[in-house]
């Protein structure tokens, strides 16, 4: 093999080489940033997974609603109208957090099937409704139980 030949073949089996494993590491470091939206009836089923970064959304139940006195820890549930999540949240809520309207939660779920939220998303206007709790609302009206 002529010896600038046999160069090239190095240099793009490095070239190949190096970007494989840059490939893979970038694959690597993504996978545990995932986070994937459940609707409650998934969570109540099992589907969601324990400990791992989760979103849950739905509209919060009226009445569900209470805060702690001693700290910023604040309970409610979540509903697609067929099935219920308890998030427990220690912050700050949106302001337009309410019983009645839609929300996102993010976070852990815990070997009890409550959502240790990071983070709550409130709707910001009367008309807007995230896309995957509408999905699921409207996937809950289509299997016949009425909001």
């Known amino acids: 093999m002529h010896p600038v030949r046999k160069q090239r073949l190095w240099v793009v089996l490095s070239i190949v080489l190096f970007s494989s494993v840059a490939i893979g590491l970038a694959a690597y470091a993504l996978r ?19 400990a791992t970064p989760i979103r849950v959304g739905g509209m919060v139940v009226e009445g569900s609603v ?38 996102v939660a993010s976070g852990r779920l815990d070997a009890n099937g409550v959502l240790q939220a990071d983070e709550v998303l409130a709707k910001h206007d009367e008309n807007y409704m995230p896309p995957e709790v509408a999905e699921a609302l409207k996937n809950s009206a289509t299997a016949g139980v009425n909001p």
């Open 66 to 103: 209470t805060r702690s006195d001693t700290n910023l820890e604040t309970r409610f549930t979540v509903t697609d109208y067929q099935a219920n999540v308890e998030i427990v949240y220690e912050g700050i809520l949106p302001d337009l957090f309410a019983e009645g309207e839609g929300v």
């Open 32 to 50: 545990g940033n995932i986070n994937l939206f459940y609707p409650p009836v998934d969570v109540a089923a099992g589907k969601a997974p324990l």
